[in-house]
């Protein structure tokens, strides 16, 4: 397999401390979107974020300048703007974001990603969910545009414990729920779609359309399993029908992602299973094929020794894997690597 690696950001440069929660999304141009949080602090997932929007249009070999995404870049308030999620839609770049973990914001590019759109909150379709929640995410990553036409954004819900961090007031992650939203409309409204029952604290999700049009989910797992959970939805994902542990893809409690060309699934993530510590590390990022609507995973490669969040676009024969390079527990960067499929 071919590779190519370009650098987006490096850690302590360019006014912000950490670069994390990749998402990115190739239209069907050609153009190469990437999106993150730009972090004042490492380490700190309530930290002071900004929501950064950079695309490429030589197939990811260079980068314009950044672009934050307007009202998220306030002048003195300390707002974490996280988990930002793009979808590519024909002539439409949708992007999907969160504020302070509390309200859901979405926006959309008419012009390939120059320019956004004034957000608008979307906040009321979460709250039709019926599960009490304080804490709301999107994704992380990319949603999807299924053949059918619905706009699907993986989500996640907690009732997290309120404490104080660093003068703000902030909530645990757990306990947890994950599910969806979609949109019928291309992004004019959106609709509450399932959440997940009987499995233990789910949370970071992605999305993939099966060759059989209906919706699988896979599910960062927080039990001590060392491996993803999966989960499949009809075309409209109001109910999640059957749900399994997938012991062939093991991972580290870790965000992964997945997408679909052609009846094929592809899936990345830190292929770590190891089961002598509580943490395992984020090692090991792999690329993995499923020709047969994911009863069976094949290993293609490892993507990189290191590993960390990563997010996955596949277009015309080639897998663009946007990642955080994790090494010794501190990431370092935040890489674009093209990989002939």
């Known amino acids: 397999m071919t590779e190519t690696t370009t650098i987006l950001e490096k850690a302590g440069i360019g006014g912000y401390e950490e670069y994390r929660i990749p998402a990115i999304a190739v239209t069907d141009r050609g153009t190469v979107l990437t999106a993150w949080e730009s972090r004042k602090e490492t380490g700190n997932d309530w930290a002071e974020c900004h929501i950064t929007v950079r695309r490429s249009t030589d197939d990811g ?29 024909g002539n439409l770049v949708h992007l999907i974001f969160c504020q302070d973990y509390e309200k859901t914001w979405y926006t959309v590019s008419e012009d390939e990603g120059e320019t956004f759109r004034e957000p608008v909150e979307i906040t009321e379709t979460l709250r039709n969910i019926p599960w009490e929640w304080n804490v709301c995410a999107t994704g992380p990553g990319h949603g999807i545009l299924t053949k059918a036409g619905l706009l699907v954004v993986p989500i996640w819900l907690a009732m997290g414990k309120v404490h104080e961090r660093k003068g703000k007031l902030v909530r645990d992650h757990f306990p947890s729920v994950a599910g969806c939203i979609y949109s019928e409309d291309h992004g004019k409204t959106w609709l509450p779609g399932f959440f997940t029952r009987g499995v233990e604290n789910a949370n970071e999700t992605t999305v993939a359309e099966m060759a059989s049009g209906k919706l699988l989910f896979n599910f960062r797992n927080e039990r001590f399993e060392r491996c993803r959970v999966m989960g499949i939805t009809q075309a409209v994902p109001t109910k999640l029908e059957t749900v399994w542990s997938e012991t062939q893809l093991p991972d580290p409690t870790c965000c992964g992602s997945m997408e679909s060309e052609d009846g094929t699934l592809y899936f990345v993530n830190c292929a770590n299973h190891d089961m002598n510590i509580f943490y395992a590390p984020r090692i090991h990022l792999t690329l993995y094929r499923s020709n047969d609507d994911a009863r069976t995973w094949e290993a293609l490669e490892e993507i990189d020794p290191c590993g960390g969040y990563a997010d996955l676009a596949i277009h015309e024969n080639a897998a663009y894997i946007l990642y955080e390079q994790t090494v010794n527990g501190t990431i370092q960067e935040l890489l674009l690597k093209k990989v002939l499929l």
């Open 61 to 89: 070999k260079s980068f314009g300048e950044p672009q934050y995404i307007k009202g998220t870049v306030p002048p003195e308030e300390r707002i974490t703007w996280n988990n930002p999620v793009l979808i590519s839609d």
